[in-house]
T-cell receptor, first 115, second 116 residues
């Protein structure tokens, strides 16, 4: 079964603090993709990153970084020096290699950055 | 980057009427588009997968006669909510897949439907 778990429902941090959003996934596929999307209050989902199952290198993009560990089936997302504009709901998603390549979304983590 | 638009962004309608939502990929051709529904403070729920030129594949529990999906071209998919009722009020989001290799889905801005 395909499943994505984001155990943190809501997180609040003070501006400039670092914050890590957790994502744990389950899949039987050997080839799969993991994603992070940001949904600000406006509602539109913004693509942040895609990682395939064969690439375990961590990635850094500005203040954002991602830690992919197959051994623990986790794909965590860290925001360094958080800003108020980072306030949003963040979704982790898994895509398998099945015919429909359906996305399986986690329940999302609502991040509030307090000025 | 890939841009997906939705129209309208919000709509209010009377119970019993039908509402059509358009999803367009603006700068790429999308062989596959997806329709999601999102309730307040909840995750996205996949409703159906729409492939150009063929019938949509609906997820279990989604009434295909109520939520009509048409994918007439590589850049346009439409979702029609027929005989809408207040319980259909929700945030509807479409996405388009650029290609099967990268598998990345790009999302539209969503349509907020309110049925009175």
């Amino acid at each position: 079964a395909q499943k994505v778990t984001q155990a943190q429902t809501e997180i609040s941090v003070v501006e400039k603090e670092d914050v890590t959003l957790d994502c744990v996934y389950e899949t039987r596929d050997t080839t799969y993709y993991l994603f992070w999307y940001k949904q600000p209050p406006s509602g539109e989902l913004v693509f942040l990153i895609r990682r395939n199952s064969f690439d375990e290198q961590n990635e850094i993009s500005g203040r954002y970084s991602w830690n992919f560990q197959k051994s623990t089936s986790s794909f965590n997302f860290t925001i360094t020096a958080s800003q108020v504009v980072d306030s949003a709901v963040y979704f982790c998603a898994l895509s398998g290699s099945g015919p429909g390549n359906q996305f399986y979304f986690g329940t999302g983590t609502s991040l509030t950055v307090i000025p | 980057g890939a841009v997906v638009s939705q129209h309208p962004s919000w709509v209010i309608c009377k119970s019993g009427t039908s509402v059509k939502i358009e999803c367009r990929s603006l700068d790429f051709q999308a062989t596959t588009m997806f329709w999601y529904r999102q309730f307040p403070k909840q995750s996205l729920m996949l409703m159906a997968t729409s492939n150009e030129g063929s019938k949509a594949t609906y997820e279990q529990g989604v009434e295909k006669d109520k939520f009509l999906i048409n994918h007439a071209s590589l850049t346009l998919s439409t979702l029609t909510v027929t005989s809408a009722h207040p319980e259909d009020s929700s945030f509807y989001i479409c996405s388009a897949r650029v290609d099967r290799i990268t598998d990345t889905q790009y999302f539209g801005p969503g349509t907020r439907l309110t049925v009175l």
